[in-house]
């Protein structure tokens, strides 16, 4: 196991159980033969990545990093409890479901939905969620937009991968969904395949990190952004 993973396997096997189990009330043997069990799923996970030749070793160390939040969060959901205890604010809840076609189904998925895949607002679940309000009505027009027929590219940023991963499961395959680790820009690229046409969208960097009511409002900014006005939108022709 490389230097990377192998620093961030150890930090996670020590606080994941504590994580896990710091609001849940097990009995003793249960709680141990729970945190033996998410132990082991943590060291295959990581050897699972770590066998992954078509990853550099920067983005293993980042995909055991999201893999672990996963799990983490998919626990706590299990429990009823909510992660950040996050609440959209009233205009929030107006903002249009993203509304794709999946073969003969149609599927929507509301802001709400897709800022949960994170557990909170902020500067990353917010651009992932812009990114797709702005962009597939410019790649579609009035027609509903086909999973398979776009592709999503971002740069690294855990929230914004967690909202995709939610957003385009059954198409997470890096010819539908790539993470750029070499993006340095807040940009996100959606591409049509079909058509070749592709949006981008460069927005404003944010110093807030976090998930606390000072990154709910930088994602609150992100969600008001407008073309010029802390988000530019470059259109490709295919």
Not at 57 to 79: P, T, V
Not at 114 to 138: E, T
Not at 206 to 215: E, F, W, Y
């Amino acid at each position: 196991m490389n230097k990377y993973l192998h620093l961030l396997f150890a930090g996670a096997v020590f606080l994941f159980p504590f994580q896990i189990h710091a609001q849940d009330k097990l009995a003793p043997v249960e709680q141990k033969r729970q945190e033996t069990m998410q132990t082991n799923m943590a060291k295959n996970m990581a050897e699972n990545i770590r066998q992954n030749s078509t990853l550099s070793e920067q983005e293993k160390a980042y995909m055991f990093r999201l893999s672990m939040r996963k799990m983490m969060m998919e626990k706590m959901r299990r429990s009823g409890r909510t992660i950040w205890d996050w609440e959209p604010t009233e205009w929030q809840k107006t903002l249009p479901a993203i509304v794709v076609q999946d073969g003969e189904a149609t599927q929507e998925y509301s802001f709400t939905d897709l800022i949960n895949a994170d557990g909170y607002l902020c500067p990353g679940s917010a651009r992932a969620y812009k990114a797709l309000q702005v962009a597939l009505p410019i790649l579609y027009g009035n027609t509903t937009p086909v999973k398979g027929d776009f592709k999503i590219t971002h740069g690294a940023a855990l929230c914004t991968s967690l909202v995709y991963d939610f957003f385009m499961e059954g198409y997470t395959e890096k010819e539908f969904l790539e993470l750029d680790m070499g993006l340095k820009e807040k940009l996100i690229s959606i591409e049509r395949l079909s058509t070749g046409k592709k949006v981008r969208l460069v927005f404003i960097p944010s110093a807030v990190r976090g998930h606390d009511p000072a990154a709910a409002q930088a994602g609150d900014v992100i969600l008001h952004a407008q073309e010029g006005e802390g988000m530019t939108v470059y259109i490709e022709e295919g």
